[in-house]
């Protein structure tokens, strides 16, 4: 059977409706598959893959299907790879997590101020399974200055009771903005050790990425940090400087030394770039078609966000990051995926993180290497982080069942993934035709709301 057969079974022999969960079989078998495990750069062809209970069970080319399991077939042409994982979002909607979902997301990590009513109602409903989505990971965001509208705190003492405050409430991580004192981020580092909540985040101005990472610094959130606070400790934003080349090795080493994750959020530096100082490409922006799946007031946000205000060329900057973060991918530094969407124009929930992929593989890391960013690594940043926390990333037995099925080998093509034939989440499994009813269901609910009356 061809892909014109696996398409109209996936798009049209399946009966759960998109919006919740519904009780689905114990077991679920994948017959026929072409396996891209992740721990390798490598296709399993013909396998079976046996998913019970929301994870993994066993792989292999002749695997017995129990008789009560559904049955998936991939007919010899589809793929199966991991999930993909967003490490660096603001979304902080049901709706938003449906559009990852669509996207073939299956993990985020939420980076900061999210609501209370999302971190106490939404995220658990989706993360035990009751409602669709990728499993959430979050950040308490803390900084010194109420500058830019951050939780602040001005003394070690405060540090210390936020982090405490922070793991009561369910966050597994502290994320650290630029206006922390140096004591204070020392206290939330050292109390982050000790209740086991790491500190992740950006570059602290008074620090330094370097002091920040020697002293347990576990993951820097954007790769272009190290333009602010170690190869020219320029201005967020600042265009008027040049970073050195030669320093790459040494920051390299750096990141090593420490064991650190970096985010290469190459896409969400070029977006800003785009639209830096020029009002028409944010219009651009809000007239793409996934913005019909945004909510007014995102839209709104995105027209008032004045990156369009500044003047200036970020284009030195982007080069420069181009060749760092392909420098770190080919030095075997740990690079996690992450977009900072809703919040910037021009990155929409789930389509952002395919384009990162697409700027990943444009600065020249192969498409294994991009990938793993968006899938293995991920996984070893929330192993190493959170003991006992479900692996994920890989298709290997024991890890979360999170799974994309695509027409094409993603090694070959990452265009693939952005057109999912499939996606299962924790074990739950969403045929293309339930992926886009929650589309159609996010877009049917925005248009009715700002329909005129």
Same mark, same amino acid.
């Given at each position: 059977m061809g892909l014109v057969s696996i398409l109209f079974t996936l798009l049209f022999c399946t009966s759960a409706p998109a919006q919740t969960p519904q009780p689905q079989p114990t077991i679920t078998a994948f017959v026929s598959v072409n396996v891209l495990p992740m721990d390798s750069d490598r296709v399993l062809s013909g396998q079976t893959v046996l998913v019970e209970n929301g994870k993994i069970s066993a792989i292999g080319p002749?695997?017995?299907?129990?008789?009560?399991?559904?049955?998936?077939?991939?007919?010899?042409?589809?793929?199966?790879?991991?999930?993909?994982?967003?490490?660096?979002?603001?979304? &902080?909607? %049901?709706? =938003?997590?449906?559009?990852?979902? $669509?996207?073939?997301?299956?993990?985020?990590? @939420?980076?900061?101020?999210?609501?209370?009513?999302?971190?106490?109602?939404?995220?658990?409903?989706?993360?035990?399974?009751?409602?669709?989505?990728?499993?959430?990971?979050?950040?308490?965001?803390?900084?010194?200055?109420?500058?830019?509208?951050?939780?602040?705190?001005?003394?070690?003492?405060?540090?210390?009771?936020?982090?405490?405050?922070?793991?009561?409430?369910?966050?597994?991580?502290?994320k650290v903005y630029n206006n922390l004192s140096p004591e204070c981020f020392q206290a939330l580092v050292d109390e982050g050790r000790r209740q086991h909540v790491p500190v992740v985040g950006h570059g602290v101005t008074s620090v330094g990425i370097e002091r920040q990472l020697d002293a347990g610094?576990?993951?820097?959130?954007?790769?272009?940090?190290?333009?602010?606070?170690?190869?020219?400790?320029?201005?967020?934003?600042?265009? &008027?400087? %040049?970073? =050195?080349?030669?320093?790459?090795? $040494?920051?390299?080493?750096?990141?090593?030394? @420490?064991?650190?994750?970096?985010?290469?959020?190459?896409?969400?530096?070029?977006?800003?770039?785009?639209?830096?100082?020029?009002?028409?490409?944010?219009?651009?922006?809000?007239?793409?078609?996934?913005?019909?799946?945004?909510?007014?007031?995102?839209?709104?946000?995105?027209?008032?966000?004045?990156?369009?205000t500044h003047k200036g060329d970020l284009g030195a900057n982007l080069e420069f990051l181009k060749r760092f973060t392909k420098d770190m991918s080919d030095a075997g530094v740990p690079l996690i995926t992450g977009t900072d969407a809703p919040t910037i124009p021009g990155l929409a929930p789930g389509y952002s993180l395919h384009d990162d992929l697409h700027a990943l593989e444009d600065a020249g890391l192969t498409r294994y290497q991009a990938l793993s960013a968006a899938t293995r690594t991920p996984g070893e940043l929330i192993r190493r982080s959170l003991p006992g926390a479900e692996p994920f990333g890989t298709i290997t037995p024991g890890s979360r069942a999170d799974l994309v099925l695509s027409a094409k080998n993603p090694l070959d093509d990452l265009s693939t993934l952005r057109k999912p034939l499939g996606v299962m989440a924790k074990g739950n499994w969403y045929a293309a035709v339930d992926l886009q009813s929650l589309l159609d269901d996010i877009a049917r609910k925005y248009d009715q709301a700002i329909a005129p009356r």
């Open positions: 002749k695997l017995a299907v129990p008789k009560n399991a559904r049955v998936i077939d991939g007919h010899s042409s589809a793929f199966l790879s991991p999930g993909l994982a967003d490490m660096h979002t603001h979304a &902080d909607t %049901a709706d =938003d997590m449906k559009l990852y979902l $669509a996207n073939g997301v299956t993990s985020v990590l @939420n980076m900061g101020e999210a609501s209370y009513g999302f971190m106490a109602q939404v995220r658990p409903a989706i993360n035990e399974g009751k409602k669709p989505g990728p499993h959430i990971y979050a950040s308490f965001l803390v900084d010194g200055s109420p500058r830019y509208g951050h939780f602040t705190v001005t003394t070690p003492d405060e540090a210390r009771s936020i982090v405490r405050l922070a793991r009561t409430n369910g966050y597994e991580f502290i610094q576990l993951m820097v959130a954007h790769a272009e940090e190290f333009l602010y606070t170690y190869f020219a400790h320029a201005k967020e934003g600042q265009t &008027d400087f %040049a970073a =050195d080349p030669a320093r790459i090795p $040494a920051a390299i080493a750096l990141i090593q030394r @420490n064991k650190a994750f970096v985010t290469a959020d190459l896409n969400t530096y070029a977006t800003i770039a785009r639209q830096w100082g020029k009002p028409d490409v944010v219009d651009g922006f809000l007239r793409q078609p996934e913005v019909r799946y945004l909510s007014p007031d995102r839209r709104i946000k995105w027209k008032e966000a004045g990156y369009d």
